[in-house]
């Protein structure tokens, strides 16, 4: 087993004693204070809540399986005593023990049936590939909640994607980070910010995972709403065009990345859906695209990637607008394609 809990090991000496202590608290539904010290100031007492509230934020992302815990609520003290500032921070639940209990056991169900339909398969790509469906097939996003001035919390978490089956990118990113860690994978939560106040719909949350030695990126949230026009949902329910990027294909359609973030450089290419698949084209050219277009002539459409934007430019130029694509698939009739906004992957569409 590679699990590891990177944002733990990052932590000071302080900190992860502050996290341990929370791990406890919430375990055993305790509502008993986290001290945090004694300060000079008030605002170095506030400076260290808002720290531990970090704390927490991370934790909930690292500890996929506390989703009884409020993460974006905490009671706080920072109390003048004989001169100095006394800071605390407390848990907030969500639920009692009881319906923790019967949550659990829901939740425990659910996660051990991904697992293992996950574990049946033989190869590793295969295992992330199904947790990956599993988790995309059974889950739709939910634009409302970001409109509510207070979103209830489980729709927010793992337990919200995996049993709710309504969530929104924090409840994706906690649900598959969950599963790898239970396939024993090195993964973790990368954000495009990582201030904890902003509001909800200018933060964006994905994964990363270790497999064989290389790190990539996965953006489940992407992959299930980028085809939610009603114009594709006859035929994709969601994509995989994030499935194990590296961070410059990444970067081609999420500027928001953060270049200083404390994630591990994902830079991995054997594992991305495409290359692994045999769906992608370094250089294109005719000969080179169509065994690949056969070959997934009887699906309800077909997947090409390209090394590069200016090769998907000249597959659409031939294969589209000139109508090469007729000699390839003689049989389909009203045959269309979407190309996506990293220009590396055409999506073609027939009836």
């Known amino acids: ?6 944002l733990y090991e990052r932590l000071s000496n302080e900190e992860k004693e502050i996290y341990l202590q929370m791990c406890a608290r919430i375990e ?9 010290g004694a300060f000079k100031t008030k605002e170095e007492g506030e400076a260290a809540i808002r720290r531990a509230h970090e704390i927490l934020v991370e934790l909930a992302y690292e500890q996929p399986h506390y989703f009884w815990v409020n993460i974006n609520t905490c009671l706080t ?4 005593f004989l001169g100095e500032y006394y800071a605390s ?3 907030v639940y969500i639920m009692d023990e009881d319906e923790r209990a019967e949550k659990q056991v829901v939740f425990d169900k659910r996660v051990n049936e991904i697992l293992d339909g996950a574990n049946s398969q033989e190869q590793l790509f295969d295992k992330v590939l199904y947790i990956y469906d599993e988790i995309m097939a059974d889950t739709v996003y939910d634009h409302e909640v970001l409109e509510l001035e207070k979103p209830p919390t489980l729709k927010l978490n ?3 994607c995996l049993v709710g089956g309504s969530t929104v990118c924090s409840g994706y990113s906690m649900a598959f980070n969950l599963l790898m860690q239970k396939l024993g994978l090195e993964s973790g939560v990368e954000f495009n910010n990582y201030d904890i106040y902003l509001e909800y719909e200018d933060r964006h ?8 030695g290389d790190y990539y990126y996965f953006d489940l949230t992407w992959d299930d709403t980028l085809f939610e026009d009603e114009m594709y949902d006859p035929y994709i329910e969601y994509s995989h065009l994030y499935f194990a990027v590296n961070k410059d294909e990444l ?3 999420n500027d928001t990345t953060p270049n200083d973030a404390p994630t591990p450089y994902c830079s991995g290419t054997k594992y991305n859906y495409y290359i692994y698949k045999n769906q992608n084209v370094s250089k294109y050219s005719f000969d080179a695209v169509k065994p ?7 699906n309800k459409y077909i997947e090409l990637r390209f090394d590069d934007a200016e090769q998907t430019l000249k597959a659409e130029d031939e294969l589209m607008l000139k109508g090469y694509i007729y000699l390839i698939l003689k049989n389909k009739k009203d045959i269309r394609y979407v190309i996506s906004d990293s220009g590396l992957h055409m999506y073609i569409f027939f009836d």
């Open 1 to 6: 087993s590679e699990t590891t809990y990177p």
């Open 28 to 36: 055993n539904h305790s509502e008993d204070d986290i001290k945090l």
């Open 77 to 80: 003290n920072n109390v003048k």
């Open 89 to 91: 921070i407390q848990m």
């Open 158 to 160: 793992a337990y919200g």
């Open 205 to 212: 949350v994905w994964n990363y995972c270790k497999l064989d």
């Open 251 to 253: 970067l081609k359609s």
């Open 292 to 298: 690949i277009i056969l070959e997934q002539s009887d």
